[in-house]
Nanobody
Framework: QVQLVESGGGLIQPGGSLRLSCAASGFTFSSVAMRWYRQAPGKERELVATIITGGSTGYSDSVKGRFTISRDNAKNTVYLQMNSLKPEDTAVYYC?????????WGQGTQVTVSS
């Protein structure tokens, strides 16, 4: 079955960088678009970044120019490189894919940006 496992979160000071990873299994990774979402306390889950099968990417306005999504099809892994982090980036970050009209989610990884 589809499994998504995120890692790489933690506590980081403003202006710092983190790289999140999401290891995928149970499906043909290279043929599926992958997404990163985040959810801050008391807020709805929001789409942060998307990478499609051909490698094209898209970002929310709030992270454009600071975050980079990438994928390694040989490792069945999608990454989110986060630079110039701000306190408002604090959230649980989730990896997502959609197959057959069904959304699959990882367990999430906490990112806290604080001095």
């Amino acid at each position: 079955q589809v499994q998504l496992v995120e890692s790489g979160g933690g506590l980081i000071q403003p202006g710092g960088s983190l790289r999140l990873s999401c290891a995928a299994s149970g499906f043909t990774f290279s043929s599926v678009a992958m997404r990163w979402y985040r959810q801050a306390p008391g807020k709805e889950r929001e789409l942060v970044a998307t990478i499609i099968t051909g490698g094209s990417t898209g970002y929310s306005d709030s992270v454009k120019g600071r975050f980079t999504i990438s994928r390694d099809n040989a490792k069945n892994t999608v990454y989110l490189q986060m630079n110039s982090l701000k306190p408002e980036d604090t959230a649980v970050y989730y990896c997502n894919c959609r197959r057959g009209g069904v959304d699959y989610w990882g367990q999430g990884t906490q990112v806290t940006v604080s001095s």
